[in-house]
């Protein structure tokens, strides 16, 4: 015979999963979505399971239809709920992955951020199928006083998209028309091209260049080294015969004969945002203009007003190492077209 608790024990949770309409009288005692989240994790469990219980009967956090305590209706809410958050898909995009993938995004506090946004992680413009990465909001240390730029704290308030690759010469000319790179090849970057016709890609898919902020930061990926993370250097590294694993540059490319050009994107090791080629390969043109820093700490930063001259950022394939470095910064004219400069693209979740 069953005892008398266990009558007792099913008595309590059928009362608690009684539908929320006959416990209170609004609808938004059945809200879903996220609602269940209580510690902002965007994940409905345990976490906030033990959080609901903590408060039971009292007018404390859990009470989400707001009738003044939290009860079985509150608890039929989180239990709806369960699980991981949904995701807002911007409209311009395909979704591929809603959540960060630990073997790309190995650091948790970076997965953290990303999922806190309430974006997916990986998406493809739908356009274009270019396929983007979300880089989360967060500060950094930006710039190396070795090269006499003032290291300066810098916040970027929203998250954005990122191009997972460069630009490739295919997705150029699907838009554009024509392939002006040198060194061709339909997955290669696209180079030779100017800081304006980048504008007239841009303009014509709805993407933008990021700013040189933003590229520093998706850079670094959370390292504060030379360079980004790679296998077996999770926090980066300041070795600079390590560069070979995430980027193609000077010293292995222009051997065999082949000629220092630039080779398919994706072959080298990915940051720990998922983003592959932003050491090495082609320089890669930002929105901002040429100038110098500012010591100051700087929010949401696009740079000096120079129309003359653009930052190009990354290195290429005809540059040593120095130039793949995280800091490292140069400048090219806005008309000015060249083998090695090419780009990736960003664009802002709406």
Request: charged letters at 15%; glycine letters at 12%; one cysteine or more.
């Amino acid at each position: 015979m069953p005892h008398p608790f266990a009558f007792r024990l099913r008595f309590v949770i059928a009362s608690f999963l009684v539908p929320c309409a006959a416990l209170a009288a609004t609808p938004a005692a059945c809200a879903q979505g996220c609602t269940g989240d209580l510690n902002g994790d965007r994940t409905v469990d345990g976490a906030d399971l033990g959080t609901l219980l903590g408060n039971w009967g009292d007018p404390g956090k859990g009470d989400f239809n707001r009738d003044g305590t939290v009860d079985g209706c509150d608890l039929g809410v989180m239990l709806g709920a369960w699980g991981a958050c949904p995701v807002t898909v911007p409209a311009w995009a395909t979704l591929v992955e809603a959540q960060p993938d630990p073997a790309v995004v190995t650091d948790p506090a970076l997965r953290a951020a990303i999922i806190a946004t309430g974006r997916p992680w990986r998406v493809r413009d739908t356009a274009t199928q270019i396929e983007m990465l979300l880089v989360p909001p967060g500060s950094f240390q930006m710039g190396e006083q070795v090269r006499v730029e003032p290291v300066h704290p810098v916040t970027l308030t929203n998250a954005f998209y990122m191009g997972r690759y460069e630009v490739t010469q295919a997705q150029w000319q699907a838009r554009m028309g024509s392939n002006p790179s040198y060194w061709q090849g339909a997955n290669r970057p696209v180079e030779q091209v100017s800081w304006n016709t980048i504008e007239g890609f841009c303009s014509a898919t709805g993407m933008r260049l990021p700013t040189e902020a933003e590229w520093e930061y998706a850079y670094r990926a959370g390292t504060t080294t030379a360079f980004h993370a790679m296998p077996g250097y999770p926090n980066g590294t300041n070795e600079a015969n390590l560069a070979r694993l995430i980027a193609w540059h000077y010293y292995n490319t222009c051997t065999g004969g082949s000629g220092c050009g630039t080779r398919a994107v994706g072959l080298k090791a990915a940051n720990t945002f998922g983003l592959h080629d932003m050491a090495g390969n082609v320089w890669e043109m930002v929105f901002d203009g040429y100038g110098s820093y500012s010591a100051n700490a700087q929010t949401d930063p696009t740079g000096p007003q120079n129309p003359g001259l653009r930052v190009i950022r990354g290195g290429s394939a005809g540059t040593g190492t120095d130039a793949v470095r995280s800091y490292y910064r140069n400048n090219t004219p806005t008309q000015l077209t060249e083998a090695l400069i090419g780009f990736r693209v960003a664009r802002t979740p709406k």
